[in-house]
């Protein structure tokens, strides 16, 4: 079975200091994904990455970065966190080999890790 | 831009019934559909992923069908229990640059009554 985890399941953190989610799977997938999940507007794509040190902007990609130095290991930054930023971050991974879009269900399911809920005072 | 929208938005039911949830998305250039269930608190576990060439999967209780032309697919369960009460959420592959993103909808919330 595919296992994404999260760092943490719930972070509380002050306005302006820099905070890391960190996300690891462990099925050698490719790609990767953080998304954050609002009540009443769903699940957002922040950023996703598609092979180490290799990252795409995903929707609202304003005011994080994003890090992948090995392929197991995501990380989503927040460089100084604010009070909307207080969210439940969700990240995901897939098999999908290669840059470019090719069918198969396996390579396309996505995977998600348990969520960290972030609260920023 | 492509947008996807759930019906109804919660929905509770006696158990044993038969039950459909509804997924609408605006643009028909997809890859897939994938169907998510979400229990409270924690992340999404995958149900069901239809490519765009196909019309339906089935994996036990649940079958997903997918009408690209007008945009539509719904997610079957039979038999319902209280263990399927959570929130379902569908998301499209949109047809991008790199075709990687999922757009999601906002997702149905299940509540199965013993």
């Known amino acids: 079975d595919v296992k994404v985890t999260q760092s943490s399941r719930y972070l509380v953190k002050r306005t302006g200091e820099k905070v890391f989610l960190e996300c690891v799977q462990d099925?050698?997938?490719?790609?990767m994904f953080w998304y954050r999940q609002d009540p009443g507007l769903g699940l957002r794509l922040i950023y996703f990455?598609?092979?180490?040190?290799?990252?795409e902007k995903g929707d609202i990609p304003e005011g994080y970065s994003v890090s992948r130095e090995k392929k197991e290991r995501f990380s989503l930054i927040l460089e100084s966190a604010s009070t909307n930023q207080t969210s439940m971050y969700l990240c995901?991974?897939?098999?999908?080999?290669?840059?470019?879009?090719?069918?198969?269900?396996?390579?396309?399911?996505?995977?998600f890790g348990p969520g960290t809920r972030l609260t920023v005072l | 831009k492509q947008e996807v929208t759930q019906i109804p938005a919660a929905l509770s039911v006696p158990e044993g019934e038969n039950l459909v949830l509804n997924c609408s998305f605006t643009?028909?250039?997809?890859?897939?559909l994938q169907w998510f269930r979400q229990d409270p608190g924690k992340g999404l576990t995958s149900l069901l992923l239809?490519?765009?060439?196909?019309r339906e999967q089935t994996s036990g209780r649940l079958n997903a069908s997918l009408d690209k032309s007008s945009g539509r697919s719904t997610l079957y369960i039979a038999a319902s229990q209280p263990g399927d009460s959570a929130t379902y959420l569908c998301?499209?592959?949109?047809?991008?640059?790199?075709?990687?993103?999922?757009?999601f909808g906002p997702g149905t919330r299940l509540s199965v009554l013993p």
């Open positions: 995901a991974s897939s098999l999908f080999r290669g840059r470019y879009w090719r069918e198969g269900r396996e390579a396309d399911t996505q995977y």
């Open positions: 099925m050698d997938h490719e790609n």
């Open positions: 990455s598609y092979d180490v040190k290799m990252k």
């Open positions: 643009d028909s250039a997809i890859y897939n």
């Open positions: 239809i490519q765009s060439s196909q």
């Open positions: 998301a499209v592959r949109r047809r991008d640059n790199y075709g990687q993103n999922f757009v």
